[in-house]
């Protein structure tokens, strides 16, 4: 069964509970790099300390984090990117990530 414009393809469970989160996280380290900077910097530095010295840059991490997990419209956002790649993928044959890459001069 075909999808028309109007209405979304069919989306598998694990699409919707796995890839599609799997997205989400990570666009949201990068929308959240300078708390993610920060923390890995404090765990480099505190070596195995790091879980009582980095508690503060840990915490401030996870709000931000959690912030884009629950949000419905950044939700819908990766899903509507993650269906785009899924249509591309089944219209060329050649994954998103591999898109990018130059083809061979000898072919």
């Known amino acids: 069964m075909e999808a028309t414009k ?8 694990v699409e919707k509970d796995v890839l599609i989160p799997k997205m989400m996280r990570e666009k949201a380290k ?9 923390f890995n910097h404090c765990c ?4 195995f300390l790091m879980v009582l010295k980095c ?15 629950k949000d419905p419209a950044f939700f819908e956002e ?4 993650y269906i785009k790649e899924k249509l591309e993928f ?4 050649v994954a998103a990530k591999n898109r990018s890459q130059k083809l061979p001069a000898s072919m």
Not at 55 to 69: I, M
Not at 90 to 93: A, K, L, S
Request: overall charge negative; glycine content about 4%.
């Open 6 to 13: 109007a209405e979304e393809p069919f989306l598998r469970h």
């Open 30 to 38: 990068v929308l959240c790099v300078e708390k993610v900077t920060a």
């Open 44 to 47: 480099k530095e505190s070596g």
């Open 55 to 69: 508690r503060d840059e840990n915490a401030a991490l996870k709000e931000c984090l959690t912030v884009h997990y």
């Open 78 to 81: 990766c899903k509507q990117e």
């Open 90 to 93: 089944q219209t060329t044959g």
